[in-house]
């Protein structure tokens, strides 16, 4: 085994640091080395749950190193985003959570700093972990429904601090600078990913955002975004305010000959043969693709860019898509794409 990539953290607000900062401690390719936040709760935590062997109160002091390969970043949006970019330039691989971004400024701002520098940089979906799910995207690429002329993803929950997210995490959430909008620019984006994935860039966005329920937030809490292409739609919807999950989570994928529905770790697939649907055998992801971690540090000691769901560019679509979204619904009118450079 050649020697592990030196990784440090970025950042510690956004919860999904946890489940892949595991990953990552028990990884034979990778191992932590530092992590920096403002937050000391953090930074304790970090050292007693995972031993850290060094921590930092400013992200500028963990950058000062000249000893590591690449770094996760799991702050806000917006800081997140500009981290990303001062990481890049500095010539460290880039692994950063889902959405992009706040903006798509500073999207453009992350990809073109990667690009810049030849690093890797990857927007990391936990749906692309999922079996069913993955395997769901190959078949549908593969043309197994035959043309792709819808897709539809619902993400709901209660809502972040009802679910019992962290105060780190919920209370950049609740701020549209931070975050860069509610639960529009926090679950709208996985459907956004999914589209952008299979579609491309659509040439409209229509979007429709508001509180409807919570009156402790100022941001939204439930949105609703269509994406128009010259021969699909495509919708994603977001909740913070839903009671149960029968209908979250539950990516669906319609084509001229059959629909992809994937339930949790079931995927299902109805055909002129089968119109109620029958289960599809799910084969197991690969060692290198089980998790973020292993994918990520896979490609950069294979020195293989990062493709799928999880690429750079499938990352600064869906975000295009969001921000036409957020756009949409701040005016009352669809939003054709490309949006102009900012």
């Known amino acids: 085994m050649s020697k592990k990539l030196r990784v440090g953290i970025l950042g510690m607000s956004h919860d999904h640091l946890w489940g892949n900062l595991r990953a990552l401690v028990n990884s034979e390719r990778g191992e932590l080395v530092a992590a920096a936040d403002p937050n000391p709760p953090l930074l304790e935590k970090v050292q007693?749950?995972?031993?850290?062997?060094?921590?930092?109160?400013?992200?500028?002091?963990?950058?000062?190193?000249?000893?590591?390969?690449?770094?996760?970043?799991?702050?806000?949006?917006?800081?997140?985003a500009a981290l990303a970019a001062q990481a890049a330039a500095r010539g460290l691989h880039v692994l950063t959570e889902k959405p992009m971004s706040a903006t798509?400024?500073?999207?453009?701002?992350?990809?073109?700093?990667?690009?810049?520098?030849?690093?890797?940089?990857m927007v990391n979906w936990p749906t692309a972990w999922g079996a069913a799910f993955a395997h769901a995207m190959t078949l549908a690429q593969r043309g197994e429904i035959g043309r792709i002329y819808q897709t539809h993803y619902r993400s709901a929950h209660a809502g972040p601090k009802e679910v019992g997210c962290s105060t780190y995490f919920y209370n950049w959430l609740y701020d549209p600078k931070l975050n860069g909008a509610g639960a529009l620019m926090d679950?709208?984006?996985?459907?956004?990913?999914?589209?952008?994935?299979?579609?491309g860039l659509p040439s409209r966005v229509t979007g429709v955002a508001g509180r409807l329920v919570k009156e402790y937030m100022t941001v939204d809490d439930n949105a609703v975004l269509l994406m128009e292409y010259p021969h699909a739609i495509s919708v994603t919807m977001a909740s913070w305010?839903?009671?149960?999950?029968?209908?979250?989570?539950?990516?669906?994928?319609?084509?001229?000959?059959?629909?992809?529905?994937?339930e949790r770790k079931r995927l299902l697939l109805a055909d002129r043969q089968h119109p109620d649907g029958q289960e599809v055998p799910v084969p197991e992801l690969g060692a290198d693709e089980r998790n973020a971690t292993e994918y990520f540090?896979?490609?950069?000691?294979?020195?293989?860019?990062?493709?799928?769901?999880?690429?750079?560019?499938?990352?600064?679509d869906a975000q295009e898509i969001l921000e036409a979204g957020l756009l949409s619904a701040q005016r009352g009118?669809?939003?054709?794409?490309?949006l102009p450079l900012s």
Do not use: K, W
């Open 48 to 80: 007693q749950e995972y031993q850290c062997p060094q921590v930092y109160a400013t992200y500028d002091e963990l950058l000062a190193r000249d000893d590591l390969d690449a770094v996760y970043i799991f702050a806000d949006n917006a800081t997140g």
């Open 187 to 199: 679950y709208c984006c996985y459907g956004a990913a999914l589209a952008a994935y299979l579609l």
């Open 297 to 316: 540090l896979s490609r950069i000691a294979d020195g293989r860019p990062i493709e799928g769901l999880c690429s750079p560019t499938v990352g600064r």
């Open 104 to 121: 798509l400024a500073q999207a453009n701002q992350m990809l073109a700093a990667a690009r810049t520098a030849g690093v890797q940089l």
């Open 241 to 262: 305010t839903q009671i149960g999950h029968l209908t979250s989570y539950v990516p669906t994928i319609y084509g001229s000959e059959g629909t992809l529905v994937v």
């Open 333 to 338: 009118q669809a939003i054709s794409l490309p």
